[in-house]
């Protein structure tokens, strides 16, 4: 299993992909260039605030830059009269899940077609019986 990147490492490698030295990433975000140093190897907790900082200069959401170089990992629970029976790691890239969410829309949207088919063929099934009995 491959092991998963620190905020930090997340921040350097995005930080190398723009271009951007130490000391640019620092001056933008308007601290010191040993400070900044001291988040890309995490010897620093960062807070929420500089986070959305460094995403900014970076040019993306936070989400993204928390997200990067990772598939989203979701974890289902299966629950239960709320105790938990059973639970399962699914990974799952982006574009998986749009894909799958496109699919169940259809299918959704299919359904509601043939349910609606159906009701139009039961209403004529009605009428025309109801018709049959009056004569």
Same mark, same amino acid.
């Given at each position: +299993?491959?092991?998963? +990147?620190? $905020?930090?490492? #997340?921040?350097?490698?995005?930080?190398?992909?723009?271009?951007?030295? *130490?000391?640019?990433m620092a001056d933008l975000i308007? $601290?010191?260039?040993?400070?900044?140093?001291?988040i890309e190897r995490n010897k620093t907790d960062i807070s929420h605030s500089r986070l959305e900082q460094i995403a900014k200069v970076l040019g993306m959401d936070l989400i993204s830059l928390l997200s990067h170089g990772e598939q989203i990992a979701n974890i289902f629970s299966n629950c239960t009269n709320n105790n938990v029976v059973g639970t399962g790691n699914i990974v799952y890239s982006e574009q998986e899940l749009r894909h *799958?969410?496109? #699919?169940?829309?259809?299918? $959704?949207a299919l359904l509601t077609s043939e349910k609606n088919k159906?009701? +139009?063929?039961?209403n004529y099934w009605k009428e025309k019986y109801t018709h049959e009995q009056k004569s």
């Open positions: +299993m491959a092991t998963l +990147m620190t $905020i930090g490492e #997340k921040i350097r490698s995005l930080r190398a992909i723009k271009g951007y030295s *130490q000391e640019t308007g $601290i010191s260039s040993i400070a900044y140093s001291n *799958q969410l496109e #699919k169940a829309n259809l299918t $959704i159906a009701e +139009m063929e039961a």
